[in-house]
């Protein structure tokens, strides 16, 4: 049988990887470490994903941990990182509207808003301190955090990142919160979303601004108003 003390302990200390791992994404401007760390934070919702597995002896969980490692952990990583080791692009200084301490503090004033408000709409059960409840309100608040990724910076690749976060997030929630069908479903869909947007920015604009990559589209005729008449 499984020890609940043992697999608490461990559940915790793979939730302040999680955290950890968002708040460096948030801040860092280096992009070859961004990928990096997207990978850790994708490895640390697999070992989540198998100590669910373990403690409540459940072959799906199993089965989402093996495709979140194949492809959060291994192939979406080495696919960005490739590109980019081509195309020489190391880092996104530019960022919109935010600093990254001003970032840090919103995202830690989100986390304790959806702390509170879960707090009251899960009450009074589950339980305030338990497991399921901490990974609901971090599952939220990292696609929070993707979100302000996607809306602080400047270079389309870091905002495909955020949106790969915010997935993570939706992946974390749904392990917690969520029937486990609905989860598989809905993450199919992002994946998709997400693949698509991948392919295009790769092939057209991966080192571009969103202005630039606009620009880019323009010669493709993707964006021109059909205003012209005769």
């Given at each position: 049988?499984?020890?609940?003390?043992?697999?608490?302990?461990?559940?915790?200390?793979l939730?302040v990887?999680?955290?950890?791992t968002?708040?460096?994404?948030?801040?860092?401007?280096n992009?070859?470490?961004?990928?990096r760390?997207?990978?850790l934070?994708?490895?640390?919702?697999?070992?989540i994903?198998?100590?669910?597995?373990w403690?409540?002896?459940?072959?799906?969980?199993?089965?989402?941990?093996?495709?979140?490692l194949?492809f959060k952990v291994?192939?979406i990583?080495?696919?960005?990182?490739?590109?980019?080791?081509?195309?020489?692009?190391?880092?996104?200084?530019?960022?919109?509207f935010?600093?990254?301490a001003?970032?840090?503090?919103?995202?830690l004033?989100?986390?304790?808003?959806?702390?509170?408000?879960?707090?009251?709409?899960?009450?009074?059960a589950?339980?305030?301190?338990?497991?399921?409840?901490?990974?609901?309100v971090?599952?939220i608040?990292?696609?929070?955090?993707g979100?302000?990724v996607?809306?602080?910076?400047?270079?389309?690749?870091?905002?495909?990142?955020?949106?790969?976060?915010?997935e993570?997030?939706?992946?974390?929630?749904g392990?917690?919160?969520?029937?486990?069908?609905?989860?598989?479903?809905?993450?199919?869909v992002?994946?998709?979303?997400?693949?698509?947007?991948?392919?295009?920015?790769l092939?057209?604009?991966?080192?571009?601004?969103?202005?630039?990559?606009?620009?880019?589209?323009?010669?493709f005729y993707?964006?021109?108003?059909?205003?012209?008449?005769?």
């Open positions: 049988m499984s020890d609940p003390a043992f697999f608490d302990g461990l559940v915790k200390i939730f990887c999680v955290i950890v968002s708040a460096y994404i948030i801040t860092t401007r992009l070859v470490s961004l990928v760390v997207y990978a934070q994708s490895l640390s919702l697999v070992a994903a198998l100590a669910l597995a403690y409540e002896n459940a072959a799906i969980l199993l089965a989402i941990a093996l495709l979140t194949v291994i192939v990583p080495y696919f960005i990182a490739t590109v980019q080791e081509k195309i020489r692009i190391k880092r996104d200084i530019e960022f919109h935010l600093s990254p001003s970032s840090l503090l919103i995202s004033a989100l986390m304790i808003v959806v702390y509170i408000t879960l707090s009251r709409v899960f009450s009074p589950p339980a305030e301190g338990s497991l399921f409840f901490f990974g609901a971090i599952g608040s990292l696609v929070m955090m979100m302000m996607t809306f602080s910076r400047k270079k389309a690749i870091t905002k495909v990142l955020g949106y790969l976060s915010m993570n997030g939706v992946l974390l929630f392990l917690f919160a969520t029937e486990l069908p609905f989860i598989i479903e809905f993450l199919i992002i994946d998709l979303v997400i693949l698509i947007l991948l392919t295009t920015i092939t057209v604009g991966i080192d571009s601004t969103l202005e630039d990559y606009h620009n880019r589209l323009h010669r993707l964006w021109e108003d059909q205003e012209e008449s005769p």
